[in-house]
Structure formats: C-alpha cells, structure tokens
C-alpha cells in the first residue's frame, strides 16, 4: 500500500533541535492520515504527534507541545517531525505510521510503520 522511512535522528544534547523526515513510497500518499509514535526500551510505543490526510490538524501529546511541530509536504510525499527545545526524556525511537483512515493516537490502530530512527538526547 505505502512504505514509509524514517530518517533525521541522531546524537544531541539538551536543548538541541532535530528534525525528522518520513519519506514514503507509493502513490496514495495524500489519502493516508499519519502520526509519530516513539518508544524507549522496556516502554510502550508512545504518541507523539498526528497529522490529517491534508496537513491541515495536527494533534500532539502534552510533553511535547510547544516544541514538537508534525507537518507534511504531499506533493514531496514526506512527513516530518521538527523538535525543537529536546531534553533526555524525549530519547527514543521515533516511528513514522500511516493510516487510510482518520488519524489515530493508538499506535494498535495503525499496521503501517516505518523501521524507526534514533533519538538520543544527553543531558
């Protein structure tokens, strides 16, 4: 259906910023709403941000609001995360997910995921 990859983590320190990216392959971008979902080892697979099929809402998570932006370029066929302001407790992987369907803050409803990419955040 869609093949998703993430791409952007990486090594920073407290206070640093990364930006995200989720490119997908298909054609059917554009009719997938999507969402970041993150996880630490021995942790559930955490929400962290949805976006509508259009871009047009977008949906975070408490921690991360105010410093967290989920965006969408269709037309590029890529999703991004920007982070900004990080800090230790944001260390994960961060997966990109995808859904044919309205977005979802349950990482169950979702069957679409890209292979993750780091995040490490040193204090």
């Known amino acids: 259906q869609v093949r998703l990859a993430e791409s952007g983590g990486g090594l920073v320190q407290a206070g640093d910023s990364l930006r995200l990216s989720c490119a997908a392959s298909g054609r059917t971008f554009s009719s997938y709403a999507m969402a970041w979902f993150r996880q630490a080892p021995g942790k559930e697979r955490e929400f962290v941000a949805r976006i509508s099929m259009s871009g047009s809402r977008q949906y975070y998570t408490d921690s991360v609001k105010g410093r967290f932006i989920i965006s969408r370029e269709n037309a590029k066929n890529t999703m991004y995360l920007q982070m900004n302001s990080l800090k230790p407790e944001d260390t994960a992987v961060y997966f990109c997910?995808?859904?044919?369907?309205?977005?979802?803050?349950?990482?169950?409803?979702?069957?679409?995921w890209g292979q993750g990419t780091q995040v490490t955040v040193s204090s």
């Open positions: 997910t995808a859904r044919a369907s309205s977005a979802s803050t349950i990482a169950g409803d979702y069957a679409i």
